[in-house]
């Protein structure tokens, strides 16, 4: 009853619910309009003979006109758009028309009561109650309305029939009086369920709104970067593949910017700075695309670019090396001042069909030729690009064909002792000699192989192929094998490998295991591990290619590796670059300082090997000594070092 004495009064601070008050019952009071006329010319049908003229015609006919311009007005301003104002003023003026109207049909009805036999008043009784019954069901949306109404239509027929002397009509009258108390009753519930059901809908609507604003949210974030608010790599490709259907006769120019030198930053400053750096970059670039084209970060350090329409190749060049002068910029971060760089690879498709991988995969190989050079500039993709590029697919095809492991095989290059000239060991390297390709570059296939992960496969194959090499070359021969970068940080390929050691029953301290720096940038935690598990089990770790990567000290200290390799980038320019000389002369010096055997590469002459071993570096290979030999050659270059050595004691004695 609490929702009906509320709901009496129009509540203007709840807008909502009037205005849903208003839409409601615009679908409704035309309906009561209607049958209002039918029933009030129905009686007047029946009284036009019994009644005078102006009362059973003229007053029921006007009375209907009026109804039939309110359907019109309700009608015509039905879908008009509606405030909460306008619905306040149309219900408070529906309330007083309804009264008025009501009271009208009432007092007119009572008029006729007089008139006509008890048919006819009979009739009047069932004009009131459905009239009554009409407004309760139609104006239940606007309870003051339907109360009004209702308490005017049985309030005429119960003072007109309890009073007429007639028993029916009395009884009649007396049962209207009761039949009024559950109208009440309904009228209260139905507004109760209606104002639950503006209530529940308005709740619905704010969750559906709110569902939206996140959905809306999670959809920028699905395309947007939330570090640096630039387009993140979905947003990139969505876009580069909409520029390519829009206009595949002109394929937009895409380029990739890598920051050179950014994982130390993480390291050494932590990776709050990395983030700061990061978004000072987007900043930067952003600023240097004035708008046009489009900078994504496609995750990481890396950033994609699609150039402007309008920009030719010189201008394209021209933002490209504005982006690595940027890069070079100092970046202030807490803790201090840092500076890196950054490269950058471009492509420049022509004619069609092109897609956005393609586009993405051309701009990022040129990117890693630039970096391989380590210049911090911009590199084109080129024919000649192009044609290694192609290259590069045959070779990953071929790897996944059946022959593959079959083509696989091992050649052996001598490890010279400088001290006396005697064979300490081989190191094994791949080779490939595909049906297709012809001899393929380790260079090319091995890379090939980890960006396929073939290279666990490949890994196992060869290493089995070195175990039954040494399990025939004489004692105490070592052999030194390399692992790759997936393989140092995969604790089930050291397990396989270890399986292999005991299953073949080789001493474990034969086995020297040869990792790059490169491996250890990639997951030192796990490297860690795994060169602890193979060290614990007799294996000797070296770190190859020493000087070339960017790992540090530190690493070497907490990785105790037992050889360090010159790459023999320094000691092949030892005779002409002084740098060269003083670098080699400072890594010999360091591994002596901390007990660990030195061994250089690529050593071509006979006055290198000498100057060396003068610097205290212990082992070396080259093609001074040897070329990398097959397997039954290498076991009879060993024999005869040890017969050559032999012979020269006997001499010297």
Not at 274 to 299: H, S, Y
Not at 364 to 393: M, N, P, T, W
Not at 553 to 572: C, G, N, Q, Y
């Amino acid at each position: 009853m609490r929702n009906l004495l509320s709901g009496l009064g129009l509540q203007k601070e709840n807008p909502a619910f009037m205005v849903a008050q208003y839409k409601a019952l615009s679908s409704q009071i035309p309906v009561l309009y209607i049958l209002l006329i039918i029933n009030a010319l129905a009686v007047a049908a029946t009284h036009i003979h019994t009644a005078p003229m102006w009362l059973a015609l003229y007053v029921p006919v006007s009375l209907s006109i009026l109804c039939i311009f309110r359907i019109m007005w309700w009608h015509m301003h039905s879908q008009d758009p509606v405030s909460a104002d306008r619905a306040y003023s149309v219900m408070r003026r529906t309330v007083v028309l309804a009264g008025v109207l009501t009271l009208a049909f009432g007092s007119w009805a009572v008029a006729l009561y007089q008139y006509g036999n008890a048919y006819q008043q009979g009739q009047i009784s069932y004009f009131l109650v459905v009239t009554g019954i009409s407004c309760v069901f139609c104006l239940m949306h606007l309870p003051a309305a339907a109360l009004l109404t209702t308490a005017i239509t049985f309030s005429f027929m119960v003072v007109t029939f309890m009073f007429s002397g007639n028993s029916v009509f009395v009884a009649t009258a007396t049962s209207v009086i009761f039949l009024s108390f559950p109208f009440v009753r309904v009228i209260n519930s139905y507004f109760r369920n209606f104002a639950g059901l503006v209530r529940l809908t308005e709740e619905l609507g704010d969750k559906q709104a709110e569902a939206e604003r996140l959905n809306l949210i999670n959809s920028r974030n699905a395309m947007q970067d939330q570090l640096t608010g630039l387009a993140n790599r979905r947003s990139f490709f969505r876009e580069l593949q909409d520029l390519l259907q829009q206009r595949p006769e002109e394929p937009p120019i895409v380029g990739l910017v890598d920051l050179d030198g950014f994982k130390p930053v993480n390291d050494v400053f932590g990776h709050a700075a990395g983030d700061l750096v990061l978004k000072e970059t987007a900043e930067r670039f952003v600023a240097l695309m004035d708008g046009k084209g489009t900078i994504a970060r496609l995750g990481g350090d890396e950033f994609g670019v699609i150039f402007p329409s309008d920009l030719d190749r010189n201008c394209v060049s021209e933002l490209g090396q504005a982006f690595c002068a940027a890069l070079r910029e100092p970046y202030d971060v807490p803790g201090g001042s840092i500076r890196i760089s950054g490269s950058c690879g471009i492509v420049v498709p022509e004619g069609g069909g092109h897609t956005a991988e393609q586009l993405y995969e051309k701009a990022d190989f040129a990117l890693y030729q630039v970096k391989s050079r380590r210049s911090g500039s911009v590199e084109f993709f080129s024919h000649d690009l192009e044609e290694i590029l192609q290259q590069r697919h045959l070779i990953e095809l071929e790897l996944q064909g059946d022959n593959f492991a079959r083509e696989l095989s091992l050649e052996y290059q001598p490890i010279i002792d400088l001290d006396d000239g005697h064979v300490v060991g081989f190191e094994a390297l791949a080779r490939w000699n595909s049906a297709r390709l012809g001899r393929v570059n380790p260079n090319a296939f091995i890379p090939a192989a980890e960006r396929t992960a073939m290279i666990g496969k490949m890994t196992r194959i060869l290493f089995a192929e070195a175990l039954q090499a040494l399990s025939i070359m004489p004692l105490p021969l070592r052999m030194s094998f390399n692992l790759s970068a997936r393989d140092i940080c995969d604790h089930e390929t050291s397990m396989a490998l270890l399986g292999m050691i005991h299953g073949a029953k080789i001493d474990p301290r034969r086995i020297e295991f040869e990792i790059t720096e490169t491996a250890l940038l990639s997951d030192f935690d796990t490297a860690y591990e795994v060169i602890s598990l193979l060290r614990t089990a007799g294996i000797t770790i070296a770190l190859d290619d020493f000087g070339t990567g960017f790992s540090s000290l530190s690493h070497v200290h907490r990785l105790e590796f037992d050889k360090i390799k010159i790459d023999k980038s320094f000691v092949m320019q030892f005779d002409r670059d002084v740098r060269c000389m003083n670098i080699t002369r400072s890594v010999a010096n360091l591994c002596r300082n901390l007990g660990i055997v030195s061994v250089a590469e690529g050593v071509e002459s006979a006055a290198i090997g000498e100057a060396l071993h003068a610097f205290g570096v212990r082992l070396a290979q080259g093609y001074h000594f040897s070329r990398p030999l097959r397997l039954h050659d290498a076991i009879a270059f060993a024999e005869a070092s040890e017969s050559g050595i032999a012979a020269r004691r006997v001499a010297n004695a």
